[in-house]
T-cell receptor, first 118, second 112 residues
Framework: AQTVTQSQPEMSVQEAETVTLSCTYD???????LFWYKQPPSRQMILVIR??????QNATENRFSVNFQKAAKSFSLKISDSQLGDAAMYFC???????????????FGQGTILTVHP | NAGVTQTPKFRILKIGQSMTLQCAQD?????MYWYRQDPGMGLKLIYY???????DKGEVPNGYNVSRSTTEDFPLRLELAAPSQTSVYFC???????????FGPGTRLTVL
């Protein structure tokens, strides 16, 4: 079974600085997808960024980028120019490729609470 | 589009009571999911459905039941509520590509 581990229960960053959230996963699959979700106090789950395992290029979305190391099974999220609105719980998630019986099911890590200090 | 909607937003149950959490999506998605999120933890899959009439268990199905009579609706039934079912419940859906799961706003359930 796949597992996703976020080893940092809490992180903090100063406004305008950069912070990196860590995630490791375990799988025997060669094709899969990785995601970072943001959950603010409103509880809404918001997709931040997605990475396809077959792509070597790291995904970026504005101030958010990932460092995907397939061999090491590592998938970290870097937030640049941190803003107060970035404060939230962040979840790393894994999904097998769309083929077979995966049916899009996500496996989540335990989450990292990010605090942004003004 | 309303996306994924869930009702109610909050509910308090007494031990042994039953209830149904409603979930609907208007994106014509085939895949739908129910997750629970315990305090300070990640989401765990309770049940999922790959289309109308087809459901299957996830990681933590005990104490729950689901049905999927239409593409749009995926209700979650709690029978004989227990304090261990105190949690936030999320419904989600995705299309065939599975590129993004769309989540509802969640239902906070407390069992006392």
């Amino acid at each position: 079974a796949q597992t996703v581990t976020q080893s940092q229960p809490e992180m903090s960053v100063q406004e305008a600085e950069t912070v990196t959230l860590s995630c490791t996963y375990d799988t025997s699959e060669s094709d899969y997808y990785l995601f970072w979700y943001k959950q603010p106090p409103s509880r809404q789950m918001i997709l931040v960024i997605r990475q396809e395992a077959y792509k070597q290029q790291n995904a970026t979305e504005n101030r958010f980028s990932v460092n995907f190391q397939k061999a090491a099974k590592s998938f970290s999220l870097k937030i640049s120019d941190s803003q107060l609105g970035d404060a939230a719980m962040y979840f790393c998630a894994y999904r097998p490729s769309s083929g077979g019986t995966s049916y899009g099911k996500l496996t989540f890590g335990q989450g990292t609470i990010l605090t942004v200090h003004p | 589009n309303a996306g994924v909607t869930q009702t109610p937003k909050f509910r308090i149950l007494k031990i042994g009571q039953s209830m149904t959490l409603q979930c609907a999506q208007d994106m014509n998605h085939n895949y739908m999911y129910w997750y629970r999120q315990d305090p300070g933890m990640g989401l765990k899959l309770i049940y999922y459905s790959v289309g109308a009439g087809i459901t299957d268990k996830g990681e933590v199905p005990n104490g729950y039941n689901v049905s999927r009579s239409t593409t749009e609706d995926f209700p979650l039934r709690l029978e004989l509520a227990a304090p261990s079912q105190t949690s936030v419940y999320f419904c989600a859906s995705t299309g065939w590509t599975g590129n993004e799961q769309f989540f509802g706003p969640g239902t906070r359930l407390t069992v006392l």
